[in-house]
Nanobody, 123 residues
Framework: QVQLVESGGGLVQAGGSLRLSCATSGRTFSRYAMGWFRQAPGKEREFVATISLIGSNTYAESVKGRFTISRDNAKNMVYLQMNSLKPEDTAVYYC?????????????????WGQGTQVTVSS
């Protein structure tokens, strides 16, 4: 069982940056592939980024070159650095985990979810 708690969301102007953090419980964090998803009002939850056990990552086309996912296994943390933010990045951002080497880009690829953190980008 893994518990995930996101933090770092907030209000930022377009072009600004935020770093989201996801704290995980348990002693087996290093065995989990991690991901970030987001859900804008009235829209379905969508994939943002994922990082494998060995640190390889995949990004949605809409965030590629602007967002960076990383993990610190010693601290049981995963991060999402978001630069050059746009109003269309406004959403609740969720951290997700699955006990596997490489997780995919679908919601069904993950077993554990955090409660989400709100990111609002003003124009």
């Amino acid at each position: 069982q893994v518990q995930l708690v996101e933090s770092g969301g907030g209000l930022v102007q377009a072009g600004g940056s935020l770093r989201l953090s996801c704290a995980t419980s348990g002693r087996t964090f290093s065995r989990y592939a991690m991901g970030w998803f987001r859900q804008a009002p009235g829209k379905e939850r969508e994939f943002v980024a994922t990082i494998s056990l060995i640190g390889s990552n995949t990004y949605a086309e809409s965030v590629k070159g602007r967002f960076t996912i990383s993990r610190d296994n010693a601290k049981n943390m995963v991060y999402l650095q978001m630069n050059s933010l746009k109003p269309e990045d406004t959403a609740v951002y969720y951290c997700a985990a699955r006990s596997t080497v490489v997780a995919g880009t679908s919601l069904q690829d993950y077993d554990y979810w955090g409660q989400g953190t709100q990111v609002t980008v003003s124009s």
